[in-house]
Protein backbone atom coordinates (compact mmCIF):
# COMPACT_ATOMS: atom_id res chain seq x y z
CA UNK A 1 0.00 0.00 0.00
CA UNK A 2 1.81 3.04 -1.05
CA UNK A 3 -0.88 5.22 0.07
CA UNK A 4 -1.97 8.72 -1.63
CA UNK A 5 0.45 10.57 -3.85
CA UNK A 6 0.02 13.72 -5.36
CA UNK A 7 2.22 16.29 -7.51
CA UNK A 8 4.51 18.07 -7.46
CA UNK A 9 4.40 18.95 -3.75
CA UNK A 10 4.98 22.48 -4.39
CA UNK A 11 3.92 25.06 -7.00
CA UNK A 12 4.55 28.60 -7.52
CA UNK A 13 2.99 30.31 -10.56
CA UNK A 14 2.74 33.71 -12.03
CA UNK A 15 -0.65 35.11 -11.49
CA UNK A 16 -2.83 34.74 -14.84
CA UNK A 17 -0.97 31.05 -15.19
CA UNK A 18 -2.55 27.84 -15.93
CA UNK A 19 -1.89 25.09 -13.43
CA UNK A 20 -2.50 21.25 -13.07
CA UNK A 21 -1.95 18.97 -10.25
CA UNK A 22 -1.77 15.30 -10.13
CA UNK A 23 -3.58 12.15 -7.20
CA UNK A 24 -2.88 8.96 -7.21
CA UNK A 25 -5.27 7.63 -4.99
CA UNK A 26 -4.66 3.86 -3.25
CA UNK A 27 -4.91 1.69 -6.25
CA UNK A 28 -8.35 -0.48 -4.37
CA UNK A 29 -10.15 2.76 -3.53
CA UNK A 30 -13.52 4.16 -5.66
CA UNK A 31 -13.77 7.32 -4.24
CA UNK A 32 -11.67 10.60 -5.11
CA UNK A 33 -11.87 13.40 -3.08
CA UNK A 34 -10.03 17.49 -3.14
CA UNK A 35 -9.85 19.70 -0.54
CA UNK A 36 -8.22 23.33 -0.45
CA UNK A 37 -6.89 24.34 2.83
CA UNK A 38 -6.15 28.00 3.54
CA UNK A 39 -3.37 29.06 5.93
CA UNK A 40 -5.10 28.84 9.92
CA UNK A 41 -8.21 26.60 8.79
CA UNK A 42 -9.33 23.19 8.39
CA UNK A 43 -9.39 22.08 5.20
CA UNK A 44 -13.09 22.46 2.45
CA UNK A 45 -14.24 20.21 0.49
CA UNK A 46 -13.97 21.06 -3.64
CA UNK A 47 -14.87 18.07 -5.19
CA UNK A 48 -15.75 14.15 -5.21
CA UNK A 49 -15.89 11.43 -7.99
CA UNK A 50 -16.96 7.84 -7.58
CA UNK A 51 -14.93 5.91 -9.85
CA UNK A 52 -15.16 8.18 -13.28
CA UNK A 53 -18.05 10.10 -12.25
CA UNK A 54 -17.90 14.02 -11.03
CA UNK A 55 -20.70 13.39 -8.60
CA UNK A 56 -20.31 15.96 -6.68
CA UNK A 57 -18.64 20.08 -6.61
CA UNK A 58 -19.02 22.68 -4.13
CA UNK A 59 -19.73 26.50 -4.60
CA UNK A 60 -15.75 27.40 -3.73
CA UNK A 61 -15.07 25.72 -6.74
CA UNK A 62 -15.41 28.51 -9.80
CA UNK A 63 -15.10 27.92 -13.00
CA UNK A 64 -11.54 28.46 -13.55
CA UNK A 65 -11.33 24.82 -11.94
CA UNK A 66 -12.14 21.70 -13.62
CA UNK A 67 -11.35 18.48 -12.18
CA UNK A 68 -11.21 15.17 -14.31
CA UNK A 69 -10.87 11.65 -13.58
CA UNK A 70 -10.69 9.28 -16.32
CA UNK A 71 -10.97 5.73 -16.16
CA UNK A 72 -11.29 5.95 -12.60
CA UNK A 73 -8.07 5.94 -11.54
CA UNK A 74 -5.84 9.33 -11.41
CA UNK A 75 -7.31 12.23 -10.88
CA UNK A 76 -6.31 16.12 -12.13
CA UNK A 77 -6.84 19.25 -10.75
CA UNK A 78 -6.71 22.53 -13.21
CA UNK A 79 -7.01 26.38 -11.99
CA UNK A 80 -6.89 28.20 -15.07
CA UNK A 81 -6.08 32.10 -14.76
CA UNK A 82 -4.72 31.87 -10.99
CA UNK A 83 -5.52 34.58 -8.86
CA UNK A 84 -3.48 35.30 -5.80
CA UNK A 85 -6.64 34.14 -3.49
CA UNK A 86 -5.65 30.38 -5.09
CA UNK A 87 -2.48 30.71 -2.88
CA UNK A 88 -3.43 27.31 -1.08
CA UNK A 89 -2.63 23.95 -0.08
CA UNK A 90 -4.84 21.82 -2.41
CA UNK A 91 -5.43 18.21 -0.22
CA UNK A 92 -6.67 15.02 -2.89
CA UNK A 93 -8.01 12.08 0.06
CA UNK A 94 -9.13 8.43 -1.04
CA UNK A 95 -11.82 5.80 0.27
CA UNK A 96 -13.56 2.93 -0.16
CA UNK A 97 -16.51 3.96 1.00
CA UNK A 98 -16.26 6.01 4.48
CA UNK A 99 -12.78 6.43 6.39
CA UNK A 100 -10.62 8.28 4.11
CA UNK A 101 -7.06 8.90 3.22
CA UNK A 102 -4.88 11.72 2.48
CA UNK A 103 -1.93 12.78 0.59
CA UNK A 104 1.10 15.22 1.19
CA UNK A 105 -0.84 17.63 -0.47
CA UNK A 106 0.32 20.39 -3.90
CA UNK A 107 1.24 23.43 -1.73
CA UNK A 108 0.28 26.69 -4.58
CA UNK A 109 2.00 29.98 -4.72
CA UNK A 110 0.42 32.93 -6.87
CA UNK A 111 2.64 35.61 -7.21
CA UNK B 1 -24.21 21.12 6.10
CA UNK B 2 -22.77 19.94 9.50
CA UNK B 3 -21.02 21.88 11.60
CA UNK B 4 -17.74 21.14 13.89
CA UNK B 5 -16.70 22.86 16.86
CA UNK B 6 -13.01 22.32 18.47
CA UNK B 7 -11.71 23.01 21.47
CA UNK B 8 -9.59 24.70 22.76
CA UNK B 9 -8.08 25.93 19.94
CA UNK B 10 -4.23 26.34 21.14
CA UNK B 11 -3.29 24.07 23.45
CA UNK B 12 0.51 24.63 25.34
CA UNK B 13 1.87 21.63 27.15
CA UNK B 14 5.15 20.27 29.30
CA UNK B 15 6.35 17.15 27.95
CA UNK B 16 4.70 14.17 30.08
CA UNK B 17 1.44 16.29 30.33
CA UNK B 18 -2.06 14.56 29.57
CA UNK B 19 -4.39 16.84 27.39
CA UNK B 20 -8.07 16.08 26.56
CA UNK B 21 -8.91 17.76 22.69
CA UNK B 22 -12.80 18.15 22.22
CA UNK B 23 -15.04 17.75 18.84
CA UNK B 24 -18.54 18.94 18.53
CA UNK B 25 -20.47 18.35 15.97
CA UNK B 26 -24.31 19.62 14.94
CA UNK B 27 -25.80 16.32 13.32
CA UNK B 28 -25.95 12.76 13.10
CA UNK B 29 -22.57 11.62 11.41
CA UNK B 30 -21.64 7.74 9.91
CA UNK B 31 -17.85 8.99 10.09
CA UNK B 32 -15.82 10.69 12.17
CA UNK B 33 -11.92 10.58 12.53
CA UNK B 34 -9.06 12.43 13.69
CA UNK B 35 -6.51 13.64 12.07
CA UNK B 36 -2.65 15.05 13.06
CA UNK B 37 -1.31 17.47 10.50
CA UNK B 38 2.60 17.42 9.98
CA UNK B 39 4.71 20.13 9.76
CA UNK B 40 4.70 19.45 5.86
CA UNK B 41 1.01 20.09 5.92
CA UNK B 42 0.19 16.12 5.67
CA UNK B 43 -3.42 14.70 7.11
CA UNK B 44 -2.12 11.70 9.26
CA UNK B 45 -4.96 9.62 10.33
CA UNK B 46 -5.80 8.73 14.19
CA UNK B 47 -8.62 7.40 14.40
CA UNK B 48 -11.85 6.06 12.30
CA UNK B 49 -14.30 6.52 14.98
CA UNK B 50 -17.82 7.85 14.59
CA UNK B 51 -19.12 5.71 17.57
CA UNK B 52 -17.14 3.77 20.49
CA UNK B 53 -13.70 3.93 21.87
CA UNK B 54 -10.32 3.35 20.31
CA UNK B 55 -6.97 3.02 21.99
CA UNK B 56 -3.34 3.26 20.09
CA UNK B 57 -0.40 3.65 22.12
CA UNK B 58 -0.77 6.79 24.37
CA UNK B 59 -4.15 8.44 22.31
CA UNK B 60 -7.07 7.21 22.74
CA UNK B 61 -10.54 8.66 21.59
CA UNK B 62 -14.28 8.29 22.26
CA UNK B 63 -17.20 9.40 20.39
CA UNK B 64 -20.75 9.87 21.74
CA UNK B 65 -22.72 9.82 18.85
CA UNK B 66 -26.10 10.76 20.24
CA UNK B 67 -24.78 13.49 22.01
CA UNK B 68 -22.78 14.76 19.06
CA UNK B 69 -19.40 14.91 20.52
CA UNK B 70 -15.97 12.94 20.40
CA UNK B 71 -13.02 13.28 22.47
CA UNK B 72 -9.06 12.66 22.08
CA UNK B 73 -7.01 12.19 24.59
CA UNK B 74 -2.71 12.27 24.69
CA UNK B 75 -1.27 10.76 27.17
CA UNK B 76 2.58 11.59 28.25
CA UNK B 77 2.70 13.98 25.66
CA UNK B 78 6.33 14.49 23.58
CA UNK B 79 7.76 16.78 21.73
CA UNK B 80 6.95 14.99 18.53
CA UNK B 81 2.79 15.48 19.50
CA UNK B 82 3.36 19.08 18.53
CA UNK B 83 1.03 19.83 15.61
CA UNK B 84 -2.83 21.11 14.27
CA UNK B 85 -5.37 18.31 15.13
CA UNK B 86 -7.94 18.20 13.31
CA UNK B 87 -11.74 16.27 13.88
CA UNK B 88 -13.76 16.16 10.67
CA UNK B 89 -16.94 14.60 10.26
CA UNK B 90 -19.23 13.05 7.36
CA UNK B 91 -22.89 12.81 7.55
CA UNK B 92 -25.34 10.07 6.03
CA UNK B 93 -25.96 11.56 2.79
CA UNK B 94 -22.89 13.36 1.78
CA UNK B 95 -21.15 10.31 -0.31
CA UNK B 96 -18.48 10.43 3.02
CA UNK B 97 -17.33 14.27 1.99
CA UNK B 98 -15.66 15.52 5.15
CA UNK B 99 -16.27 18.69 6.78
CA UNK B 100 -13.42 19.80 9.34
CA UNK B 101 -13.03 21.54 12.70
CA UNK B 102 -10.67 24.44 12.63
CA UNK B 103 -8.17 22.48 14.45
CA UNK B 104 -6.26 22.76 17.69
CA UNK B 105 -2.86 23.96 17.26
CA UNK B 106 -0.53 21.52 20.23
CA UNK B 107 2.74 23.10 21.48
CA UNK B 108 4.44 20.20 23.60
CA UNK B 109 7.29 21.91 24.98
CA UNK B 110 10.78 19.69 26.53
Known amino acids: DTGVSQDPRHKITKRGQNVTFRCDPISEHNRLYWYRQTLGQGPEFLTYFQNEAQLEKSRLLSDRFSAERPKGSFSTLEIQRTEQGDSAMYLC?????????FGQGTRLTVV | GIQVEQSPPDLILQEGANSTLRCNFSDSVNNLQWFHQNPWGQLINLFY???GTKQNGRLSATTVATERYSLLYISSSQTTDSGVYFCAVAGGTSYGKLTFGQGTILTVHP
Open chain 1, 93 to 101: ASSVVTEAF
Open chain 2, 49 to 51: IPS
